[in-house]
């Protein structure tokens, strides 16, 4: 598991409880059933409405992907591409067929194969750009869902909101009922924002950072068996790909500023 992400909503869910049990509050004030079907289920119609039914089913889907741990690839990959990267020197290219079997990553799988049917540098280069596009372009679509969901929450408790602001007003003759009643009310408001700001619009960045690693994952894979075609020498070809790994490293440095 993901320490940061875990320990991220525990930590924010721990110290609203806490701040609230502080004030002399209690659970039972913000738990309210029909507060919490007005805010998720509005949320999620909204969201349902806005992008199609597969596209968000993924989303939600990929968020196992976020709360686990980041998988260290990269020095395998470097290793696996020098392995190549010789097997070619010796052999040639063609050679790379009989380890095509014991290749897992598509994208990697159909770079060596069509290096391997002797395919130029260049036409290779176009094809698999085009795939890692579509897949960019496709897996963008995940975050955004929840960047939605963000959008819509916070304005959908405002409205759970002011649906239970109506219902005390027709009970005005009792005050007591009154002050209750608004206190529930605003539970909504609460669930909006609170959803919004401690799940939707986090998740949605945590998220787009794993979709950047995955992306340069396979643009290593790209420029490696091109790298491979061209001849490249194994060592130099291990310089260039551990320019990847330092690139992602300031990436991450950048944002952690």
Request: with cysteine; glycine share 10%; aromatic share 6%.
């Amino acid at each position: 598991m993901d320490k940061s992400s875990i320990a991220g909503v525990v930590l924010a869910i721990a110290g609203i409880i806490a701040g609230l049990l502080m004030e002399g509050g209690n659970l039972g004030q913000v738990l309210q059933p029909t507060a919490a079907l007005i805010v998720f289920g509005g949320t999620i119609g909204a969201v349902l409405l806005q992008y199609p039914l597969n596209t968000v089913a993924t989303a939600f889907r990929s968020i196992a992907h976020v709360f686990a741990a980041p998988r260290k690839r990269h020095d395998h990959l470097i290793r696996l591409l020098i392995a190549f990267a010789n097997k070619a020197r010796r052999s040639g290219v063609v050679s790379l067929d009989a380890d095509l079997q014991t290749i897992q990553d598509p994208f990697l799988k159909q770079a060596v194969m069509l290096a391997v049917d002797g395919t130029e540098p260049g036409d290779l280069r176009k094809i698999m750009q085009v795939s890692l596009d579509s897949t960019a372009e496709r897996e963008e679509r995940l975050p955004s869902v929840f960047e939605s969901a963000g959008g819509f929450s916070p304005t959908i408790g405002i409205l759970g909101a002011v649906l239970g602001l109506i219902q005390v007003m027709q009970h005005l003759d009792n005050i007591s009922e009154v002050g209750r009643g608004i206190a529930v009310a605003f539970v909504a408001t609460i669930y909006g924002v609170g959803i919004a700001n401690l799940f939707f619009l986090p998740l949605a960045g945590k998220m787009r950072l794993r979709i950047r690693e995955d992306c340069l994952q396979r643009e290593m894979m790209l420029e490696g068996v091109i790298s491979i075609l061209e001849g490249m020498n194994p060592r130099m070809l291990e310089v260039k790909l551990s320019g990847f790994v330092d690139r992602e490293k300031e990436e991450k440095q950048e944002r952690a500023a």
